[in-house]
């Protein structure tokens, strides 16, 4: 294994040291627990956004904290889920008054995790909502979760309730717009190669040369089937068919298309399969309305990808339009 890490046992410690010196313009970091914050605090007023989850996923949550997205982010050790004392401080640290809406990955740990810290947060005068992401169409139960995993999907609803809550929504028009993202969203990914976490030092599971796994979670969890190795559009197709299946698209509708790298990926890569996506919907009659391409969920250095379909209408396209400054989103 060769990475640029000093010793496995700090590298979220100085990752977040280093992303918070990058951006110090836009995000601030707390210790003890680690939460990285909005620069300037929480704004006086508005709802609140909070998201959090293991490390190793970067950008994922931290590169999506700033004006019109995340307020606060709660980053676990890698693969790990935040503790409940973390999840708590993300959201006593984006509280500005007005409550505060917790996105929450659907896996286990962090379900529970961020029950507590959700208790924990009333109990202390914060009101806060909840809203599960559950985008994966690859499998329905795991060893992870209970019912589908929260996967890219998560980067779409953390921005469509961001720019709410900056326009000033209330806390439950932000947790209802939250969850009409989550109805509208499929994701499906497919991984060439396995991720090498830090301190394992090994690939987190065995996938041969010619055989590739379609449906595979970030975490490296199985998917639906190994099958051979094949050229690019014909892996798109078998990621899409699935996901235009489960949402029930017909012709007509509007989309945003979002093909995203497991970390490991070319953005030249990416873009053929974007391409190839782009053309199968279009085929179908679908209007593919907004785009976004390139690697926001990752799996450390895993080699593949996934590719998200969110149903669009007026309000979610204009909420997707609105402004957002974060270190790895911004327009």
């Given at each position: 294994m060769k990475k640029l890490v000093n010793d496995p046992a700090t590298v979220v410690a100085q990752s977040l040291?280093?992303?918070?010196?990058?951006?110090?313009?836009?995000?601030a970091l707390s210790r003890d627990p680690f939460v990285v914050r909005r620069a300037g605090g929480p704004v006086p007023g508005k709802v609140g956004l909070v998201s959090g989850g293991g490390s190793g996923h970067e950008p994922l949550h931290v590169g999506f904290v700033g004006r019109g997205m995340l307020d606060a982010a709660a980053p676990g050790e890698v693969f790990t889920?935040?503790?409940p004392d973390q999840f708590l401080a993300a959201?006593?640290?984006?509280?500005?008054?007005?409550?505060?809406?917790v996105v929450v990955k659907n896996y286990t740990g962090d379900v529970l995790n961020a029950e507590i810290a959700v208790e924990l947060a009333t109990e202390a005068g914060i009101e806060v909502r909840t809203v599960l992401v559950n985008d994966d169409v690859a499998v329905e139960d795991s060893t992870y979760t209970a019912g589908r995993r929260g996967v890219a999907g998560t980067v779409l609803v953390e921005k469509i309730a961001g720019a709410a809550a900056e326009r000033g929504d209330d806390l439950d028009a932000v947790a209802a717009v939250a969850a009409r993202t989550v109805a509208g969203?499929?994701?499906?990914?497919?991984?060439?190669?396995?991720?090498?976490?830090?301190?394992?030092?090994?690939?987190?599971?065995?996938?041969?040369?010619?055989?590739?796994?379609?449906?595979?979670?970030?975490?490296g969890e199985?998917?639906?089937?190994?099958?051979?190795?094949?050229p690019a559009d014909e892996v798109t197709a078998m990621l899409l068919a699935p996901v235009v299946e489960d949402l029930g698209l017909a012709a007509g509708e509007r989309v945003l298309l979002l093909v995203n790298g497991m970390g490991g990926t070319p953005d030249a890569e990416l873009a053929i399969v974007f391409r190839q996506a782009?053309?199968?919907l279009t085929a179908a009659g679908v209007l593919v309305?907004?785009?976004?391409?390139?690697?926001?969920?990752?799996?450390?250095d895993m080699a593949g990808a996934s590719l998200s379909v969110l149903r669009l209408d007026d309000e979610l396209t204009a909420l997707w339009d609105a402004p957002v400054t974060t270190a790895r989103l911004r327009w």
């Open positions: 040291e280093g992303f918070v010196l990058a951006h110090a313009d836009l995000v889920s935040p503790p959201i006593t640290a984006a509280d500005g008054g007005a409550g505060v809406v969203v499929r994701t499906m990914g497919v991984a060439l190669r396995a991720c090498t976490v830090p301190h394992t030092g090994r690939p987190s599971f065995d996938l041969p040369d010619d055989e590739i796994e379609i449906g595979i979670g970030i975490h199985p998917g639906r089937r190994r099958v051979s190795a094949a782009h053309a199968l309305h907004r785009a976004l391409l390139g690697s926001y969920v990752t799996s450390l």
